[in-house]
């Protein structure tokens, strides 16, 4: 009488492990998001990180925004150019609450888009702020 039970284990096993690594595979590759990692403001009370995610409208911005202990916000300032007319935006979100905000912003289909963390008042950004760190090229 022969057993098959291990050989039947074994194959089972196999194809599981064939699907997570083409599964793995494919999240990792996923060309329609890029992220970017952490940015922080100079005095490191402000932290940004995030995607830009491709859509059918265009592109999006997404991310958090940590204000860490401080007097003051932090502000993400969102910078890109326009792929209709070749002119620059700006566009802050801030977050004067000591605890990790959400944001969105779509570019639509912009050439370039930069991100720039700085602390500010809940009106504007008034200093501290990092260098401009370029999150996403057309083409590359």
Do not use: E
């Not at 064939?18 to 599964?23: D, E, G, N, R, Y």
């Not at 003051?72 to 326009?82: D, E, F, H, T």
């Not at 963390?117 to 809940?122: E, I, K, L, S």
């Amino acid at each position: 009488m022969t057993n098959h039970l291990p050989t039947r284990v074994l194959a089972a096993l196999g194809a599981a492990v064939l699907t997570l690594t083409a599964t793995g595979t494919a999240a990792a590759a996923d060309p329609t998001s890029w992220r970017w990692g952490a940015l922080h403001s100079t005095d490191g009370l402000a932290t940004a990180r995030g995607k830009v995610v491709a859509g059918q409208s265009g592109l999006a911005v997404t991310g958090s925004l940590d204000d860490d202990r401080g007097k003051g916000c932090s502000w993400a300032l969102i910078r890109y150019q326009s792929g209709s007319n070749g002119r620059w935006r700006t566009y802050g979100v801030y977050n004067c609450m000591r605890s990790t905000g959400t944001f969105r912003k779509n570019v639509g289909g912009a050439l370039q888009i930069r991100v720039q963390v700085c602390r500010g008042t809940a009106k504007r950004p008034v200093g501290r702020c990092s260098r401009w760190r370029t999150v996403h090229t057309q083409g590359g």
